[in-house]
Every structure is written in structure tokens, then in C-alpha cells.
């Protein structure tokens, strides 16, 4: 399918929203899923090619558009999503991906988000946001600093406005945070969720992240039917 690159902006230290323009077309998709995106010509040499993989962050009722963040690197691929011209078509697959909250499990949930893996868990939050579902959310977010902490705000304030929400912020190497630092392992989650063997898990984040959270998660003695994970690789 093609499409428009409509809007660029920076959210977070090294770290930007990027919105693509349906131009009318249909796209139903479910909040957890992505899409694969191939830009018409790279800038800068890639051996990876034109194309990358990206989870949708907008909810499904923003209708003709597409928006997905992504963190900035020196690849060929990033550099040149960052620096070409809006308005250059590019192209867009068909949406992909099972990560999602299951209709027919009401367990609380625990979402444990490491870096730009949060990207799944807002378009979930917002889609549960606009259609008032109330179900029993902790959101751990970890992250080294604030300032690489996209969407921020907008979840601080999600957190203050439903009471069924509550978001837990780990920034493991900011010396300016007061709150919590430590790394999301089996001590962490204990801390904050004592019911875990009542809960659904999900995990997003790089590979090692999500490996490593999974790992203390099954040490707890959970199953892995109560565990749905999603990798972030860098490039």
C-alpha cells in the first residue's frame, strides 16, 4: 500500500513519532500489531535494505492515519527516516502480529515495557482508554534516563486519570530520579505485584530485556500461557 510520510517530531532524547497519511485508504489493525515500511531509496548505504518493521502507537478509531515511534540509530535505514522530506510516498505492508490483550482473559494484566517496547503498550492503553474498559493495569516502564522516556507525560497522566491504571517508572541510571532504579527482575515484580500468579504478563522490549524479564518471571513459577512477549531488535 502506499502512503504519505505526513509528520516528524522528536519525543524523547534520540527518539521520534513518526505519522504516515493513508491518503483514504482502509487499514484496520488492533492495537499490538505492526507493519513492515520500505522507503522508496535509502540516503545513506544499508545492507539491511529499504525496509524495517514498525508496532503501530495511534489507536484504531484515528482513522487515515498510521503513527509509529522509533529510536534513532546510525543505520542507513534510521538516518534516512529521519531526514527525508515529508511528503515522500512510501510504501507499507499488510499488519501483522498477535501481540495483543486477549478478549478472553480477564486475569489483571502486567505490562513491562523496556525502552521504546512502551510503543504496543499506548495504542493498547489508549484503545482502552476511549472505549472506558475497565480492566486492573500495572505498567512497569524501565528506562536509563527521563529524557529517553517517550510518551511520559501522556501515561502520568492516563496513571492519574483511571484509577484501574498504575503506572511504575524504574530509570536505572539517571542521578537526577529519586524514584525507582532498579531493573524489572523476580524481587521487583514481587514488590509490586503479590498477586502475580493471578496475572496475565506482558513483556516488550529488546531481546535481551524481554528474555531476561521472562526468565524471572518462570523462576516465580508462572506458566508460560500466562506469559506473551515481544521482541524490539535494534537497528
Not at 505492526?34 to 548505504?45: A, D, I
Amino acid at each position: 500500500m502506499k502512503v504519505v510520510l505526513k509528520d516528524r517530531q522528536t519525543i524523547a532524547d534520540g527518539t521520534i513519532l513518526v505519522e504516515l497519511d493513508l491518503k483514504g485508504q482502509e487499514y484496520n489493525f488492533t492495537p499490538g500489531q505492526y507493519f513492515f515500511l520500505t522507503l522508496p531509496e535509502l540516503l545513506y548505504e544499508d545492507a539491511k535494505g529499504p525496509m524495517r518493521h514498525f508496532t503501530i502507537v495511534n489507536s484504531p478509531s484515528q482513522k487515515g492515519i498510521l503513527q509509529f515511534a522509533t529510536r534513532l540509530t546510525d543505520s542507513g535505514y534510521k538516518k534516512t527516516l529521519n531526514e527525508i522530506a515529508l511528503g515522500t510516498e512510501v510504501e507499507i505492508s499488510n499488519v501483522l502480529g498477535i501481540f495483543g490483550i486477549p478478549k478472553d482473559n480477564q486475569k489483571p494484566i502486567v505490562m513491562i515495557a523496556g525502552g521504546i517496547g512502551i510503543t504496543p503498550f499506548v495504542s493498547m492503553l489508549r484503545d482502552m482508554h476511549e472505549k472506558k474498559e475497565e480492566r486492573n493495569i500495572r505498567l512497569f516502564y524501565s528506562n536509563k534516563l527521563k529524557k529517553q522516556t517517550a510518551f511520559l507525560d501522556e501515561l502520568q497522566r492516563m496513571d492519574l486519570a483511571d484509577s484501574n491504571m498504575n503506572l511504575i517508572l524504574t530509570l536505572t541510571d539517571d542521578p537526577n530520579w529519586a524514584g525507582e532504579t532498579r531493573i524489572i527482575n523476580g524481587e521487583f515484580i514481587r514488590d509490586y505485584v503479590p498477586d502475580y500468579n493471578d496475572c496475565l504478563f506482558m513483556i516488550s522490549g529488546p531481546p535481551a530485556m524481554v528474555e531476561a524479564v521472562y526468565n524471572q518471571l518462570m523462576g516465580l513459577g508462572l506458566s508460560n500461557l500466562d506469559i506473551k512477549t515481544e521482541n524490539f531488535a535494534g537497528y
